[in-house]
């Protein structure tokens, strides 16, 4: 078992015994503030296990990214945080509510391409923007676990925190959906959107590279990437390249 493993788990089973312990006669779905409490609680445990970076320069370079974001998309909605975890891994998280953490292993990777780790962060906040993680539960995506966790009382050790872990995979199309808004986010904030698509070779060519890989590991087993999803994200960039232009052409003249 990696370390990454054991991060991973122990956010879901955070995140997963505290919908049980909140979700009301066996409804899940969190409201605004109960979702926004979960992910807090949640990264409270992370930042107490796992170190965040105080280095000034990544501050600045997560902040930056992620404030322009939030900005251009106008999502604005959801307290969205951004820190670097010091792992190697190639990972990104994001837990309900607003939390993102960028894994150090992901930032070498993306070697200074900012359009790449634009990309990367804008995806994760569709994820929170789209409650992809409530939805799952409310769907009963969790089901099983959480009868699991209720029975057998806390999840005790990395070995059931990785279990938990294992649970979790963002459907096809929630992929699909933060793919798209990612495009959105980013080119709105004056990256170059095609980051997404770099990005996305890059992580397959590590991949086949290093394959059966603990360090691709978790964020393609959490985020699972295909030939289908790269190429559309190729045709998602064209459409919503042009429909950006219409919108930011139209608050133009609206704004003049
Ligand atoms: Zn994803």
Known sequence: MTHTRATSGLLVGAI????????????????????????????????EEYEVSRNPADVALIEGIGQRLVAAGKVDDW?????????????????????????????????????ELAAVMAHEMAHIQKRHVSKMIAQGVFTNLIIVLATGGAVRTAAQLVAVMAQLRFSRDDEYESDRLAIRYTYRAGYDPNGLVRFFEKLKRLEKEESPDPVTFNLTRTHPLTDARINRAREEIAKVVQEVNAELEAEYLRDK
Do not use: H, Q
């Open 16 to 47: 997963v015994l505290t919908a049980f312990a909140t979700g009301c006669g066996g409804a899940t779905i969190w409201s605004r503030e109960e979702e926004i409490r979960v992910g807090r609680e949640a990264s409270e445990r992370l930042e």
């Open 79 to 115: 307290p969205f945080t951004f820190k670097v975890l010091e792992e190697r891994s190639v990972n990104a998280v994001s837990l309900p509510g607003g939390p993102i953490y960028i894994f150090r292993g992901l930032i070498d990777l993306t070697e200074g391409d900012e359009d």
